[in-house]
């Protein structure tokens, strides 16, 4: 559903609905996309880094990041071209972290999943140790029989 909101650019007052910028903002963004998608598509400009894009294009790294991360501009063409790992900064050519990160993680949710099978085990022999268990001669007693 559509609300009223203030763009985080500009401030200005606008609609919501599927974007988060105004009309105004979003078509400026378009543009720099445009910018870079061109500057990028150049067989001599393949070759470029993040750096080289932003100062050529003036466009923002931040956008260029965000564009990416997105999928609307594919760096598997560009051997020069990288993101930053979003934990340590280091810069990555595919997803979110770099591999040390990737793998630190990793291993501490293998870590975590070992302590909750601990836990989950510790707290299976507690309920045994008080399991109550009937006879045949209670089940006689309570049958009537």
């Not at 990737?102 to 999943?113: A, I, Y």
């Amino acid at each position: 559903m559509a609300e009223l909101s203030n763009c985080p650019n500009c401030g200005a007052l606008f609609v919501k609905a599927l974007r988060p910028y105004c009309d105004k903002c979003a078509r400026e963004a378009e543009e720099k996309f445009d910018t870079v998608y061109r500057f990028i598509r150049k067989r001599e400009n393949r070759s470029a880094s993040l750096e080289e894009v932003h100062e050529e294009t003036a466009v923002d790294k931040d956008l260029i990041i965000q564009w990416i991360r997105e999928g609307r501009l594919k760096i598997s063409q560009m051997p020069n071209m990288g993101i930053p790992c979003e934990h340590c900064g280091k810069t990555v050519s595919e997803g979110k972290l770099c591999e040390s990160c990737r793998s630190k993680l990793t291993g501490e949710l293998k870590k975590g999943d070992k302590e909750k099978d601990f836990e989950d085990r510790k707290k299976q022999r507690e309920r045994e140790r008080y399991t109550t268990y009937s006879t045949l001669e209670d089940k006689v007693r309570r049958d009537g029989r």
